[in-house]
């Protein structure tokens, strides 16, 4: 087998089958499995997998075990040469794997591969490329310094690449790694002694201690929603904070100047994203359009959101739209593929535009407004 793709679940179901969804589509032509692990989820989670997918190995765990302990207990379950760690609230293109193995299969000297990741709005997210978060790095982070002058201070977010173009990183997010399994399993996998938000780091981190080389490969994006699996309250913010002490002490420990700093650092900049993941007030598109040819669909949304719905058949038309006014596009996925209607947010991006997508054989629409927002799940039935 070529590819296992695992998935960790808690407790976002709607999301979880939209990602499942679009990987099924993506890994067509694939000698592959895909594999949940369901982390003790509370909501329908597992049985929407057992009806909805029946070929997708399940494994329910009876605990919240974390995100290290989960992914390593599916890729202990997992036959294929290559894995991919995939967080449940992203989208891939038709084309993702496909293209990210053939980029793979090139290089003599593999540790992880990242793809273009972008968020519900179409936005480019800079942790799809980060580099080790060293001290002055990791201030110049906490300051926002690298926005400032991203030439002298854009380490964090690897500014040596831009976002369209591939190259070799140190530093690559959990939300998508596609790695040897042999490799993963022979590092050690995700550390369990840490429960969750450095994981990612100190994984990309060991694989380069090993002599190993990691690519962030532009030419596929990934929508990534982003904070669906947690809330940023205070119980977050002592697990952040807990997390980079751990990723410091564990490659970095022995320096009392050196831990003063980033302890402060840490609790700065863990308030400053617990903030972020404050709720804010929404304002409602000022129009909704639907990108299908459905009119019982059209009908049936403009019943339930209570405002007018206009289809419209091109993506020319959406691009209009942006210019003009505030609205919501609505994506029918089974008159539009996933990789359409990722490469449409992308070209469609707009402060003023939120977007909508209606998977094949659901019921919902599904959205996020920004990269610290917890989505929007609409139920059409």
């Known amino acids: ?29 694939i000698d592959a499995e895909i594999i949940v692990v369901d982390n003790n989820s509370s909501d329908d989670s597992c049985d929407m997998i057992k009806t909805h997918f029946p070929t997708v190995t399940l494994i329910e765990n009876k605990e919240n075990s974390g995100f290290p302990k989960g992914n390593n207990i599916g890729v202990a379950a997992a036959k294929g040469e290559y894995i991919c760690i995939l967080n449940p609230d992203t989208v891939v293109a038709e084309d993702t794997f496909t293209k990210a193995l053939a980029f793979a299969v090139k290089k003599t000297n593999l540790g992880i591969v990242g793809v273009k990741l972008i968020d519900g709005r179409g936005n480019f997210l800079p942790e799809s490329k980060r580099g080790i978060p060293y001290p002055f790095t990791a201030f110049t982070k906490i300051t926002g310094l690298y926005k ?11 500014s040596h690449l831009s976002a369209e173009q591939t190259g070799k990183v140190e530093i690559l997010v959990g939300a998508f790694m596609l790695m040897k399994r042999e490799l993963y399993l022979e590092v050690g996998g995700f550390d369990e002694h840490c429960f969750m938000y450095s994981d990612d780091i100190d994984l990309s981190y060991t694989v380069l201690k090993k002599g190993k080389d990691n690519f962030y490969f532009h030419e596929t994006s990934v929508i990534h929603y982003k ?67 459905n009119e019982n669909l059209k009908e049936m949304i403009q019943a339930k959101l209570q405002v007018p719905i206009c289809r419209i058949a091109y ?24 990789k359409s209607i990722i490469e449409a947010f992308e070209l469609v991006k707009s402060d003023k535009i939120v977007f ?17 927002d917890r989505g929007e799940v609409i139920l059409i039935c």
Do not use: W
Not at 148 to 158: L, M, T
Not at 330 to 335: K, L, P, R
């Open 356 to 372: 909508r997508i209606l998977a094949q054989n659901t019921d919902y629409l599904i959205g996020s407004d920004s990269s610290v």
């Open 148 to 158: 400032i002058f991203p030439g002298i201070f854009g380490k964090y977010y690897a």
């Open 1 to 29: 087998m070529q590819l296992s793709v695992v998935i960790l679940n808690y407790n976002v179901r709607y999301f979880l089958q939209l990602c499942v969804c679009s990987v099924q589509q993506a890994l067509q032509g």
């Open 227 to 293: 904070g669906e699996s947690t809330v940023k309250d205070e119980k977050y913010m002592k697990r952040f904070r807990e997390a980079m002490n751990f990723f410091y002490k564990k490659h970095f420990g022995g320096s009392l100047l050196f831990s003063a700093f980033m302890k402060a650092g840490i609790v700065f900049f863990s308030f400053v994203k617990m903030f972020e993941g404050r709720k804010k007030l929404k304002s409602r598109p000022q129009s909704y359009y639907l990108l299908s040819e």
């Open 315 to 338: 993506l020319s038309s959406a691009q209009t739209i942006a210019e003009k006014e505030s609205a919501c596009l609505i994506f029918d996925n089974s008159e539009m593929d996933f």
